[in-house]
């Protein structure tokens, strides 16, 4: 990572940290977390997407107190970390947001069926600073089916599409079986993003974009984060090198995609692989982007611009 005097900064769309939290009872400088911030990379300023997880299993009032635990977790640690962490509550111009504070942190969800087939929750979920909803996991629910299902979207599914539209919601693609995604885009008319998807041409996993779905998302101006779970990156996990996951941003470069590229860790979501397991191992996985011969420009719009562009565009209307 080079040196500078002024701090590099990246962002991050997806981990889940905030979960691991509270069902643990752990704080955000905990050793024990892949995004602990008590092990930032000095030079290095993180903007991180944190995500309240809901498994598809379930729904209602215990899907809701799930979200409301982990919620909680994050209020918390905005006072307990003030002096170096700054909740996010509107994403215009994220990079001057960083400059006093080396961490970042905006609120996402990961799973729908939180919403209990109730629109008004998308409303909800806006006013307490939801900025991007994964629509589903890898079951199905009362908008759209995952990786593990067979269903396609509801009537539900398409209002709660618009809703997060006419909000400024971004709407995250990452989990969706094929179906679902395809029918996503006969109705999207706005940018989306898959926040924690590899490529399924390198990696042949559900999980995983294929090369037309990652040149639809490109097409439309959405972005598309890089995974670092082992079983995205190498088909049975076994992976000891960070070439595994360059790969992935190669083929994505090939397929056009400078300006769709991003970063989306899974961060204290996955079993990751050593050498990206923390946020002390992000310089040496971009010292790697740099030495491969990734130039400079191509490099700041997969650590920063991309996601900066995608988001501060998506989720502000004005």
Same mark, same amino acid.
């Given at each position: +990572? #080079? +040196? ?17 939290? %509270? ?7 905990? #050793? ?8 930032? #990379? !000095? ?7 944190? %995500? ?24 918390? /640690? ?27 942190? @905006? ?12 629109? &008004? ?10 900025? +991007? ?7 199905? *629910? ?13 009537? @539900? ?7 997060? /539209?006419?909000?400024? +919601? &971004? ?6 079986? $094929? ?6 885009? /006969?109705?999207?008319?706005? #940018? ?25 998302? !490109? ?11 082992? *079983?995205?990156?190498? /088909?049975?996990?076994?992976? *000891?090198?960070? $070439? ?22 899974? @961060? $204290? ?18 010292? !790697? ?18 996601? &900066? ?6 989720? *502000?209307?004005?």
């Amino acid at each position: +990572m #080079p +040196m500078d005097t002024k701090p590099l900064k990246l962002i991050d769309l997806h981990c889940d940290t905030l979960d691991k939290c %509270a069902d643990k009872g752990l704080s955000l400088d905990s #050793p024990d977390l892949h995004f602990c911030i008590a092990r930032r #990379p !000095a030079g290095l300023h993180i903007c991180q997407a944190s %995500a309240i997880f809901i498994d598809s299993k379930y729904k209602g009032e215990e899907a809701q107190s799930r979200f409301l635990k982990a919620y909680d977790v994050l209020l918390r /640690e905005e006072k307990a970390q003030a002096e170096n962490l700054i909740l996010l509550r509107d994403l215009r111009d994220i990079s001057s947001q960083l400059d006093d504070k080396p961490i970042a942190l @905006f609120l996402t969800v990961e799973g729908g069926s939180l919403l209990d087939g109730e629109i &008004a929750w998308v409303d909800k979920l806006h006013r307490m600073g939801t900025k +991007m909803l994964t629509l589903t996991w890898n079951g199905e *629910n009362e908008l759209c089916g995952g990786v593990g299902s067979e269903k396609g979207f509801t009537a @539900f599914g398409r209002q709660v599409v618009a809703r997060m /539209e006419e909000l400024g +919601m &971004a709407v995250d693609a990452s989990h969706m079986n $094929d179906d679902s995604f395809w029918q996503l885009c /006969e109705f999207a008319s706005r #940018p989306f993003c898959a926040s924690h998807s590899n490529s399924r041409t390198v990696c042949h996993s559900p999980r995983n974009l294929t090369d037309e779905q990652f040149k639809e998302i !490109a097409r439309r101006g959405g972005v598309v984060g890089l995974n670092y779970y082992r *079983n995205f990156i190498v /088909e049975g996990g076994q992976t *000891n090198t960070v $070439d595994d996951l360059l790969r992935h941003l190669y083929h994505f470069l090939e397929l056009g995609g400078e300006d769709t590229v991003a970063l989306g860790s899974d @961060f $204290d979501g996955a079993d990751l692989p050593g050498y990206i397991d923390g946020i002390e191992k992000l310089p040496a996985l971009i010292d !790697a982007i740099e030495r491969s011969g990734v130039s400079e420009e191509i490099t700041h719009k997969l650590l920063f611009g991309n996601a &900066a562009r995608f988001l501060e565009t998506t989720t *502000n209307l004005g």
